[in-house]
């Protein structure tokens, strides 16, 4: 059965850094595109970062550009987001997804909350 589990979510302050993880289990992870998306409170979830499935490419929010960086390591099935600086507006909860366009398949994890506050 698919999974996609996050861990690395807390409190921290301001300026502050945290790194997520995402273990993906269940389907041919270096197969898929990979991405970090997140929701704060009352707003839409938003893309974050992507990392293709070589991690060859990356894409990331103008938001958290130079900030935040995406790595996966396909021989652990798991994808990281290094969060530094950290700002208030970071709050939310962050999700790790996975796609494939070629056999259109997608799936979501069940996200980990990341509170910034001082």
């Known amino acids: 059965q698919v999974q996609l589990v996050e861990s690395g979510g807390g409190l921290v302050q301001p300026g502050g850094s945290l790194r997520l993880s995402c273990a993906a289990s269940g389907f041919t992870f270096s197969y898929y595109r990979m991405s970090w998306y997140r929701q704060a409170p009352g707003k839409e979830r938003e893309l974050v970062a992507g990392i293709s499935s070589t991690g060859g490419t990356t894409n990331y929010a103008n938001s958290v550009k130079g900030r935040f960086t995406i790595t996966r390591d396909n021989a652990k099935n798991t994808v990281y987001l290094q969060m530094n600086s950290l700002k208030t507006e970071d709050t939310a909860v962050y999700y790790c997804?996975?796609?494939?366009?070629?056999?259109?398949?997608?799936?979501w994890g069940q996200g980990t909350q990341v509170t910034v506050s001082s």
């Open positions: 997804y996975a796609v494939n366009t070629n056999v259109r398949a997608n799936y």
